[in-house]
């Protein structure tokens, strides 16, 4: 094992998920925005399990900052300042309430963090993971139309890359943030079968894995919502109702631990392409929505994605190039 590298790996489930690559004697590389947060949990990692830690300023909502930290990293890792790479976790997101936003870019905000942002910085980072890497995506059991967990926070529409990234410009309508979320976890698992699709067709052995950490209260997804939703999120009486009415729930530990085991147990190594969810203290492999095996859709998403990245042809690596000309066969 050299180092695995997390986004958001400093608060709620990522800061779980570190503590237990930590506490395995995994170096990381933690990518946030703030130095200011992610340098007392790198510190605190360092102190207590005796491993290497790199800070990595990285703002997935911003391709200009995903740009300036994948190249960081590669002279890190040339320079042998982190001995190389053999995971990345894309776990940073959020939902977005309130009046809709837009990246730097000018992407709207919800597209831009949950999707643009990791799909970019996979494809920069890929030739550096180790021959057989794994790159694992946090999604959400939202993505789902026909889960509860679907219906409560608002069904998915059309995964479309250009309509989702522009979604409320020039005085179109709205979406709303639960839809906007749900798809851009829609997408999120598109991608990460789509990268499995196209490693596989490149003989290529690293795994793509996507994993539903459930529902969580107390991790910072509701930061956006009134302080009365936020308490009843995390008391005993609202965690009962949600598993009767069929939600999926976790708790932080455990699925903060779920997901370390997604990007280093041995027992993982040959399960790319698949979707993993915890619920109620349990592990497993999963179908994900109908929609997100869909491979025409899922395609077009990908080359869609990477022209709203600005992708070069000296980006795209090698492993990825194979199955252009399939792409365009599916449109």
């Known amino acids: ?41 790198a510190d605190e ?20 900052s995903v740009r300036s930290a994948a190249a960081r990293l590669r002279t890190l890792i040339a ?8 995971a990345i976790v894309c776990n940073a997101g959020g939902r977005f309430d309130g009046a809709v936003s837009y990246s730097p870019e ?11 942002g990791h799909f970019l910085l996979v494809e ?33 529409v059309e995964p479309d890359a250009e309509a989702l990234a522009t979604n409320g410009r020039d005085g ?4 709303s943030a639960g839809k906007r979320y749900s798809t851009s ?33 107390g991790t910072g997804f509701l930061r956006d919502m009134p302080g009365p939703v936020r308490w009843a999120s995390r008391t005993a009486a609202m ?36 979707y993993f969810q915890a619920r109620e203290g349990v592990l497993s492999a999963v179908r994900s929505a109908r929609l997100s095996y869909d491979t025409r859709r899922a395609a077009r998403l990908w080359d869609d994605s990477g022209r709203l990245v600005a992708l070069t042809d000296d980006e795209e690596p090698p492993q990825l190039r194979s199955s252009q000309l399939r792409s365009s066969q599916l449109r």
């Open 106 to 116: 000018g992407y709207e905000t919800t597209f831009a963090t949950n999707c643009l």
């Open 124 to 156: 920069l980072l890929l030739p550096s993971l180790s021959e057989r890497g794994r790159v694992v995506y946090t999604a959400s059991g939202t993505h789902d139309p026909d889960s509860m967990d679907g219906r409560l926070v608002g069904a998915v």
């Open 239 to 274: 965690k009962w109702v949600s598993r009767r009415m069929g939600v999926t729930t976790s708790d932080v530990g455990f699925s903060g631990a779920s997901l370390a085991a997604l990007a280093a147990d041995p027992d993982y190594a040959r399960v790319s392409g698949s």
């Open 1 to 41: 094992m050299t180092s695995i590298l997390i986004t958001g790996g400093h608060s709620g489930i990522g800061l779980a998920a570190s503590r237990a690559l930590a506490a395995r004697h995994v170096d990381l590389v933690l990518a946030g925005r703030s130095e200011e947060r992610v340098r007392p949990v």
């Open 172 to 175: 179109g309508k709205v979406l």
């Open 45 to 64: 990692l360092s102190a207590r399990h005796g491993v290497s830690v790199t800070t990595l300023t990285l703002d997935v909502a911003s391709l200009a």
């Open 185 to 217: 976890k829609l997408c999120t698992v598109m991608y990460a079968y789509e990268l499995d699709r196209r490693l596989r067709a490149a003989g290529s052995a690293v795994s793509s894995i996507v994993f539903d950490p459930g529902a969580v209260p």
């Open 79 to 86: 320079s042998g300042a982190v001995p190389g790479l053999d």
